[in-house]
């Protein structure tokens, strides 16, 4: 009887391990997120897998183009991106992105509404703002004499190899047809051949082309003038006090990258609650902090410290805002502006 009693409690345990046994081997959801480089405060993404038990594989583009590519390859089945506002309605067009169930992202209330039921998603079914911001001119203030207020200035002889251009062809070829007084935005051949000969006119005076390596080339006082966005002129500034910001007076970019869902997505809910976690107030207030670019949060925004609600840089005043563009998509005419990217490129 003893026997056949310890028999039955070796049975039991056994039968109790089993379901733990399973439980411990079952995998954890893995959401892959597509994120600009040096675009969050990565101990951010730690929070989240703690919190609800989501592995989070993370990888960076560095134009919006790049990142459109990749995901409309499919080779890598992405749950969140963050794109720009132009890139996010060509996406849309062309059936790239899911709806968002905004039962699923509560934390969308604190999300100001001047950056909602904008053009790129006029009735908010596909986005939620990260981060907004304008593009200008970064500039050391010990190598730089003239004046620095105009896109002219990139074109300056007197700084030939002091100047650095982004490595992508909406932000270069902008700057070329704004300095012409030319929208960003245009369709018109004619003026867009005219900002190809002005690009392949400054090359000669390009240190080079680049993306986040910007910030150390004119921390490290590599280079006098770049064309930068906003939010990594905050971070210039901070780790070199002789350089300063200016968005010029013929106009430049205004943008917000957003957060959607992919197609591709194989998480749907889990990239929901990632977007919804993004947006509480003391997340989206840690990546305002150490990104430096501009929140639309609402909440965190109050949260922040006076000196960085104060910074012109970050949040410019309304006019200067007023005589930005925001990018559209360009459908059939992106041909023409990689084809006089790869033009400029290639010119000696």
């Known amino acids: 009887m003893k026997r056949l009693s310890k028999l039955l409690i070796f049975i039991f345990i056994a039968l109790a391990v089993i379901p733990l046994a399973s439980c411990s081997k079952e995998e954890k959801v ?12 990565e101990t951010v993404i730690s929070e989240f897998e703690n919190k609800y038990r989501i592995k989070v594989n993370y990888e960076t583009f560095a134009t919006n183009e790049d990142m459109y590519v990749k995901i409309k390859a499919g080779g890598t089945a992405f749950d969140v991106a963050i794109p720009s506002e132009y890139m996010i309605s060509k996406m849309i067009k062309e059936g790239m992105l899911e709806k968002i169930d905004f039962s699923n992202v509560p934390n969308y209330k604190y999300i100001d509404e001047k950056f909602k039921g904008l ?11 990260y981060m907004w911001g304008v593009v200008g001119i970064v500039y050391n203030k010990k190598m730089v004499s003239d004046p620095v207020d105009s896109w002219s200035i990139l074109w300056n002889e007197k700084y030939k190899k002091q100047i650095l251009m982004l490595d992508s062809q909406r932000e270069s070829i902008g700057v070329a047809l704004q ?6 935005n245009t369709t018109d051949k004619d003026k867009l051949e005219q900002a190809k000969q002005e690009l ?38 901070k780790q ?45 207030k840690k990546n305002a902090e150490y990104i430096g670019y501009s929140t639309p949060h609402k909440e965190a925004y109050k949260m922040l410290d006076e ?10 005043d309304d006019e200067v805002i007023k ?16 084809r006089i990217w790869t033009e400029v490129k290639a010119a000696q």
């Open 30 to 41: 893995t959401l892959n997120v597509y994120n600009w480089g040096d675009y969050i405060d």
């Open 119 to 129: 053009e790129f998603d006029p009735n908010n079914e596909y986005s939620v703002p």
């Open 179 to 184: 300095k012409l007084g030319y929208s960003l």
């Open 200 to 237: 392949i006119k400054q090359k000669p005076l390009v240190l080079a082309y680049v993306g986040d390596e910007i910030k150390d080339k004119m921390i490290s006082g590599e280079a006098a003038l770049a064309v930068a966005w906003a939010g990594d002129a905050v971070f210039m500034k």
């Open 240 to 284: 070199n006090p002789d350089l300063e910001f200016v968005v010029p007076k013929e106009g430049s970019n205004l943008f917000i990258d957003c957060m959607v869902i992919p197609k591709t997505s194989k998480h749907k809910k889990e990239a929901e609650m990632f977007i919804n976690f993004m947006c509480e107030t003391e997340i989206a």
């Open 307 to 316: 000196q960085i609600r104060n910074d012109k840089t970050a949040y410019p």
């Open 323 to 338: 005589r930005c563009e925001v990018y559209k998509d360009l459908s059939d005419m992106l041909k023409e502006y990689d």
